[in-house]
């Protein structure tokens, strides 16, 4: 019998990578308070608005319409041909629809990333502190994510160390991975870096992986910087995007990759045997989002920047809370004079101000001492939460 089933005899249940994964520490701190109308729950990083009602009658239509057979493994024509015109017109350079792979989410394409390149003792050094899915990836593919962390100075800004990224590249490195706009920490990397870094990428022959589902949620210019920006269109370079933040899609479940043009078959294939493909609605529902969503994304973007205003000035003033004005993304990451284990911390906080924060500790050990909250609300809920949380943090 197969030492992967054979229980009885003592074998493995499963493969270690898959058996060692661990479970998220944010649904762990949140899983028991969810639901309570006594708690409000900044734990989650989501939009907390509906997915717009043109979206929704597009996803009617293309039921209507019949769009619910199979597709081809690599996305609906119209729909790659939608995110390449998006794409050349937000980057300000021709994204050619060979470079476009449509995924089930930002989530599987991280992971199609992962099975394309990572094997069995390879590594990716990852920038953190990071959403743990990002990582997990490299360890369900048999290979070891290092993190390069990120530093907060004194007054919470954080800050990358570039000869740290080289230092952790070794001959078995396939890629570096980055996050900006950051999940949990709001940081960006600025244009040189990323020139710096993608020089040092291509003197070495790896990979850069940047995960850019943020980039629309930025608040003192109209996008985030973009690998893009600089990279030529045969770079080692994949861009990881989504639906779920900027047209709020979160459980629609549509995202895309930009890569070079000769990974496009590889990605066709390991499309066909996780998916086949995206659902067919959902795709020509994610043509419209993304065809007529300008409003709303303008919209959406100035409702954050005023939470981020609040949520920093309120926070900002409370005398144990060390925190830096986010720049990206929609996360408050602040550090709590005197705290030393997160988790615990964010447990004691549900019990005592009935607020649920996210545990730093969730996004890696560089994370620990930190908590996330994410300001996707209403400002009246940000400001009950603020007038709960004050006499913890004073």
């Known amino acids: 019998m197969n030492e992967t089933v054979n229980i009885a005899n003592g074998g493995r249940r499963l493969r270690p990578a898959v058996d060692e994964l661990e479970g998220s520490l944010i649904r762990k701190v949140a899983e028991t308070n969810i639901g309570r109308d006594d708690v409000i729950p900044l734990w989650f990083g989501e939009p907390d608005l509906p997915t717009p009602d043109y979206i929704k009658q597009a996803l009617v239509q293309a039921v209507t319409d019949d769009h619910v057979f199979y597709a081809q493994n690599r996305g609906i024509p119209p729909l790659r041909e939608t995110i390449a015109a998006y794409s050349s017109h937000l980057i300000g350079r021709d994204i050619d629809v060979d470079r476009i792979t449509a995924s089930v989410s930002g989530m599987a394409a991280i992971m199609l990333t992962s099975e394309v390149l990572v094997d069995n003792g390879d590594n990716v050094v990852v920038v953190g502190p990071v959403w743990p899915n990002c990582k997990g990836t490299v360890f369900i593919m048999g290979g070891e994510a290092r993190t390069a962390p990120l530093h907060a100075d004194e007054t919470g800004q954080w800050h990358l160390d570039l000869d740290d990224i080289r230092s ?210 209403e400002a009246d809920t940000l400001s009950a939460a603020m007038d709960r949380l004050e006499p913890a943090f004073s």
Not at 173 to 195: C, H, K, L
Not at 202 to 216: C, K, P
Not at 246 to 268: N, V
Not at 277 to 297: I, K, L, N, W
């Open 168 to 377: 952790r590249c070794d001959e078995r490195t396939r890629a570096v991975f980055v996050n900006s706009p950051g999940n949990p920490t709001g940081w960006i990397m600025e244009q040189d870096q990323q020139r710096e870094l993608l020089a040092f990428t291509r003197e070495r022959g790896i990979y850069l992986i940047s995960d850019e589902v943020y980039i629309r949620l930025i608040y003192d210019r109209p996008r985030a910087p973009s690998f893009l920006d600089i990279a030529e269109p045969e770079d080692r370079v994949i861009v990881i995007n989504s639906f779920s933040k900027t047209w709020s899609m979160t459980g629609w479940r549509l995202g895309w990759l930009t890569h070079p043009a000769d990974l496009g078959p590889d990605f066709s294939k390991l499309n066909e045997f996780n998916i086949a493909s995206p659902t067919t609605f959902v795709q020509h529902a994610g043509v419209v989002a993304m065809r007529d969503g300008e409003p709303f994304v303008t919209e959406m973007v100035e409702r954050y920047r005023r939470n981020r205003d609040l949520v920093f000035q309120r926070l900002g003033a409370m005398p144990r809370v060390t925190l830096s004005r986010p720049e990206g993304a929609f996360y408050a990451f602040f550090s709590v004079d005197g705290m030393t284990d997160s988790v615990e911390y964010a447990r004691k906080l549900i019990a005592e101000t009935g607020v649920g924060l996210a545990p730093g500790r969730a996004f890696g050990e560089e994370g620990e001492g930190w908590l996330r909250l994410c300001f996707a609300a």
